[in-house]
T-cell receptor
Framework: AQSVTQPDIHITVSEGASLELRCNYS??????LFWYVQSPGQGLQLLLK??????LVQGIKGFEAEFKRSQSSFNLRKPSVHWSDAAEYFC?????????????FGTGTRLQVTL | DAGVTQSPTHLIKTRGQQVTLRCSPK?????VSWYQQALGQGPQFIFQ???????QRGNFPDRFSGHQFPNYSSELNVNALLLGDSALYLC????????????????FGAGSRLTVL
């Protein structure tokens, strides 16, 4: 069965500093990978997705992620964090067959931004 | 263009009761999925509805059931509530196309927070 590990439960960065959130997955085939962000009282918003092709994918709000098959990783990065980026971030994987609905999520990383 | 709307936003029930949560998908979407997000956890897939039928199901007991209506809206029903059912219930909609089409990426609602006392 597929699984996702987000090893960092909580990360604190200063505004303007760079950010990297880690995500490791376990899946037998090439997965479809996602990063979602959840602000308090809000649903999940898609930041970016990887299906195939270029392993560096760009998303919204200045985020990017790099798929590394050899490391089974899909880390999320942002060069300069803004205070509004404080939220919970979830990495997710979907099977490569069927529809998109059955996502497996990690437990999330809570990002705190200090001014 | 309205996104995914869910109701109610918050509700409190007692053990043994039954609850119904409602979801209207994003305009143009025909598939609805439900997720349970316990405090401090990532969302867990409950089931997916397409063409008014349950198509996929996660590891949840039969106490969890659902329905999809002809207008694509959906309900999640939970019977015989347990304390452990306390969670944020998220509805997500999509268009039923196979990968790698980008059209089937999920759009989530803000959720219904259920507290079981």
């Amino acid at each position: 069965a597929q699984s996702v590990t987000q090893p960092d439960i909580h990360i604190t960065v200063s505004e303007g500093a760079s950010l990297e959130l880690r995500c490791n997955y376990s899946y037998g085939a090439t997965p479809y990978l996602f990063w979602y962000v959840q602000s308090p009282g809000q649903g999940l918003q898609l930041l970016l997705k990887y299906f195939s092709g270029d392993t560096l994918v760009q998303g919204i709000k200045g985020f990017e992620a790099e798929f590394k098959r050899s490391q089974s990783s899909f880390n999320l990065r942002k060069p300069s964090v803004h205070w509004s980026d404080a939220a919970e971030y979830f990495c997710a994987v979907a099977p490569d067959t069927g529809t998109a609905s059955k996502l497996t999520f990690g437990t999330g990383t809570r990002l705190q931004v200090t001014l | 263009d309205a996104g995914v709307t869910q109701s109610p936003t918050h509700l409190i029930k007692t053990r043994g009761q039954q609850v119904t949560l409602r979801c209207s998908p994003k305009s143009g979407h025909d598939t609805v999925s439900w997720y349970q997000q316990a405090l401090g956890q990532g969302p867990q897939f409950i089931f997916q509805y397409y063409e008014e039928e349950e198509r996929q199901r996660g590891n949840f007991p039969d106490r969890f059931s659902g329905h999809q209506f002809p207008n694509y809206s959906s309900e999640l029903n939970v019977n015989a509530l347990l304390l452990g059912d306390s969670a944020l219930y998220l509805c997500a909609s999509s268009l039923a196309q196979l990968y790698p089409s980008g059209a089937n990426v999920l759009t989530f609602g803000a959720g219904s927070r259920l507290t079981v006392l």
